[in-house]
């Protein structure tokens, strides 16, 4: 058994609205862990054009204040930490080209493809909500699979968030053919540690043994909303648990990173 991360690239900020917490007493706990390197990853902002103010991420106009002040904060700490800022996106090609021009503007470290709409917010679907319906599982993994060409993520988070409640036969297709395509472009996929604190649909065993075949790379992520949960060893055994009784390819850190 493992004592616990060595680094984490899923934490969010009070900015999403459903987090909390001050970054300072995030990054302390994080060193209090023995974690290594911390990286902030908050909801990416859409650059909505209707005058539409979502209620689960910032605002393009804070993303400049977001940066500059992890970016201060991993100066201040940078003796015991190194600690990187990007995004957490969902790939929206409406949205991707303005929101990748502000990436570069702001000097941004990384992008996690967290997928949980299909379309803008506003019009859904959430990939979270049980569905029979085919089309959807096959759009996400369309998307995932489509994004992930861009070379601009380096991860997929949650990537059974999709919630498909229908035959096993179409759930194991789909998924085998994301996870294969995901294989060839080696990106990894990461097992997440909130789902397993909150109790939600996800990590599920049904997705897992997909991954175990192929041979995907496996990272860990703690989906961080609160400082403490910077800390939930507890959560992270069942996680190393569910990496080996699938024998997974587990990867402690992002190449370069």
Known sequence: MRDFLTANYHTHTVRCRHAYDPEREYIETAIKMGIKKLGFSDH??????????????????????????????AEEYKDDIKIFVGFEAEYIPAFH????????KLGCDYLIMGQHFLNSEETGPYT??????ESRIREY??????????????YLAHPDLINYQGLDSVYDWEM???????KEMDIPLEI??????????????????????????VILGLDAHCAKQLANV????????????????????????
């Open 128 to 133: 979270g909500t049980p569905t029979e319906d």
């Open 176 to 182: 085998t053919r994301l996870c294969k395509a995901l």
């Open 192 to 217: 997440n540690i909130l789902g397993i604190s909150e109790k939600k649909h996800y990590p599920t065993e049904r997705f897992w043994r997909i991954p175990a075949e192929i041979g995907n790379k």
């Open 141 to 154: 993994a369309d998307s995932v699979i489509e994004g992930m060409k861009t070379g601009h993520f380096k």
């Open 44 to 73: 990416i902002p859409c650059p909505f054009t209707d005058g539409y103010v979502s209620g689960i991420r910032m605002t393009m106009e804070q993303a400049p204040e977001y940066v500059s002040t992890i970016r201060t904060l």
């Open 97 to 104: 080209e303005k929101q990748m021009a502000m990436f570069r």
């Open 234 to 257: 507890e959560c992270y055994k069942k996680a190393v648990e569910l990496v080996d009784k699938y024998n997974l390819n587990l990867i402690d850190e992002l190449p370069g990173m």
